[in-house]
Every structure is written in structure tokens, then in C-alpha cells.
């Protein structure tokens, strides 16, 4: 009598997990595209706010830009548009000395696919552009690194980290909002 009552038990239970996780994983399907994984940043050189926007369920993400600490995302705001991939990567060059200009540096051709431009004139430049980098040796590797008195920023790893360049070196910017 024991072995039915573990039986029948048994044959009620696995089906309620079952459901269960499915209920679960409905819920998260439908929970997920309203959830946004954003991270902002002040560049003080620049006088600007950056934010990074990872809408889940889209192949795409996006980095916006901003005088004003409040925005969001919209066709009134300046924004790239990229593509989500780990292996994208590309920079931002600032000049203080002409605060309404971004440069866009995408050295592999491909992580940006759309500009929105509004307030600022976004503009595409290639690293090796010589007026705006220049090659130096760092680490044993050449590298080319923004000349003064731009500000250079990396954004990589699928909008997860950005750097900043000071002094030819990197350093990893924290968001304003954590």
C-alpha cells in the first residue's frame, strides 16, 4: 500500500512542477521586454551624461547622450544604436573645446548602425585619423591613443563597461546610478 501511495503521489507532483516552471518561465517571457538593464555615467570633460540602455530581447542596444541628468530613450535625444555582440566594440572621442561635437570610432565597421543625431554633431572617424590620435607604444604593443585635449572613452563588451583614457591608460568608469 505504500509503494501505490508514493505512486500516486508521485503522479500528482511531477505534473504541478512541471506547470509550475512553465508558469514561471510565461511569466518572464512576458515580464522581460519591459525590463531594461540602463546605466548612466557623467563625463565631466564633456560636460555630458551617457546612458547605456540593453533593452532584453532585442539585438540591439543603445548609448544615449545628454546634457540633462533625466532622459530617455526617443527620437528626440541624440543615440547610437548598436549592435549587442561581445566582441563589439568602439569609442567616443570628446573635446572640451567643442562641446557640441561626438566622435564615433568604430574600428571594426560594424557595432554602430544608426546615429540619431538631435543636439550634437555626430560625427564617424576612423583611430587611425592622425588630427585625432597617434601611435604610441604601450605595453609592448602599438595603440593609438587620443592627442590633447580630447577625451577618449571605450564602451565594450556588449554596452556592459566603459573606459575612460587619462594619462595613456585605461580606467573603468563607475555608473552614476548604482
Do not use: C
Not at 549592435?83 to 562641446?99: A, E, I, T
Not at 543625431?117 to 591613443?145: C, M, N, P
Amino acid at each position: 500500500m505504500n509503494k501505490d501511495r508514493k505512486l500516486a503521489l508521485s503522479l500528482v507532483l511531477l505534473p504541478l512542477t512541471v506547470l509550475g516552471v512553465i508558469g514561471i518561465a510565461f511569466i518572464y517571457v512576458l515580464i522581460a521586454p519591459f525590463m531594461e538593464e540602463d546605466k548612466q555615467y557623467y563625463v565631466a570633460e564633456a560636460e555630458m551624461y551617457i546612458k547605456l540602455v540593453r533593452p532584453p530581447m532585442d539585438k540591439y542596444g543603445y548609448v544615449l547622450f545628454s546634457k540633462d541628468s533625466i532622459f530617455s530613450l526617443s527620437d528626440k535625444v541624440d543615440y547610437l544604436k548598436v549592435h549587442k555582440s561581445d566582441v563589439s566594440s568602439f569609442g567616443l572621442l570628446m573635446n572640451p573645446n567643442q562641446l557640441n561635437e561626438i566622435i564615433v570610432v568604430d574600428q571594426r565597421g560594424w557595432s554602430v548602425v544608426f546615429i540619431n543625431q538631435v543636439k550634437y554633431k555626430i560625427i564617424r572617424r576612423s583611430h587611425e585619423d592622425t588630427l585625432l590620435f597617434e601611435k604610441k607604444e604601450i605595453g609592448g604593443a602599438d595603440a593609438h591613443v587620443a592627442k590633447y585635449p580630447n577625451t577618449s572613452i571605450t564602451i565594450d563588451g556588449y554596452l556592459r563597461t566603459v573606459y575612460m583614457e587619462s594619462n595613456d591608460h585605461l580606467h573603468e568608469m563607475n555608473p552614476i546610478n548604482e
